[in-house]
């Protein structure tokens, strides 16, 4: 698929703000489109062949609102249709995405392109660098996750595990235009339950050195996986290592 090429100014300095000023496009001659419709728009819209990269017919310039535009964006987005997502991105001309250039659900459209077609760099900015209600957020933060994924896959050359994507979301924070308040957005606590930590104490007791066919077996009882178990294990030990360290000094000072 083609770049989005009309963007506001560029993508990775879209202007902060989430304005939705229902203001009318007009023509140079000033003459009001049709009311707000959303059936008659998704007619319109359900009538673009598919491919086909003009959309000029579905809204003429001057003949749309902004409320009209949102729904056609989500509407896109919703069903996943990213293709023609960015066609229609490209229909609008640069001068009507300029006066819609603070509007939430074009920023978006904007990252959800960008997300689509790997270029993570831009969607960065993009996320980083304007504004979003809080009821919006959370797909904006799994796409900022995901992309940091795929950029450590891509690097690494295999699929990331449970701990290595915890490590990519320690590296790489939401930035604040994205993030809720959570503190516990990058807590690796969160992947591992009670019950499993019960199951790892148990064995722990037994032997801190489980042997690999017995990591595979904890991770299938506990429900993670065998570098969970390994990891676990391991900071388990340098936590008592750390602790017995202590005493001892602490016992040496006494005596």
């Given amino acids: 698929a083609g770049h989005a090429q009309h963007v506001p100014r560029s993508a990775g300095h879209v202007q902060r703000g989430s304005g ?16 707000d419709n959303k059936d008659h728009v998704l007619q319109k819209l359900m009538s673009v062949p598919h491919g086909c990269d003009d959309f000029s017919q579905v809204f003429p310039e001057g003949s749309f609102t902004e409320a009209q535009f949102e729904f056609v964006l989500r509407e896109l987005e919703s069903r996943g249709d990213l293709g023609a997502l960015e066609r229609y991105l490209n229909s609008i001309p640069p001068h009507i995405l300029h006066q819609f250039e603070s509007n939430e659900f074009l920023v978006s459209a904007l990252a959800a392109v960008k997300f689509s077609n790997g270029e993570y760099r831009e969607l960065y900015g993009i996320l980083e660098d304007s504004h979003f209600a ?14 940091h994924y795929k950029e450590a896959e891509r690097l690494r050359g295999r699929p990331l595990g449970a701990v290595d994507k915890y490590r ?14 959570s503190q516990n957005n990058h807590c690796f606590k969160a992947f591992i339950t009670e019950k499993a930590r019960s199951i790892l104490r148990e064995w722990y007791i037994q032997n801190p050195y489980p042997a690999p066919n017995v990591k595979r077996d904890l991770a299938e009882a506990a429900g993670l996986t065998p570098t969970q178990v390994s990891n676990w294990f391991k900071n388990r030990r340098q936590r008592d290592r750390a602790a017995s360290a202590k005493n001892k000094k602490e016992m040496m000072s006494i005596a």
């Fill in 20 to 35: 939705h000023a229902h203001h009318m496009v007009r023509n140079p001659g000033h003459v009001r489109g049709p009311r």
């Fill in 134 to 147: 809080k009821v919006s957020r959370a797909p904006l933060q799994q796409m900022w996750h995901d992309a």
């Fill in 168 to 181: 990519v979301r320690k590296k790489y924070p939401l930035p604040k235009s994205i993030w809720d308040g």
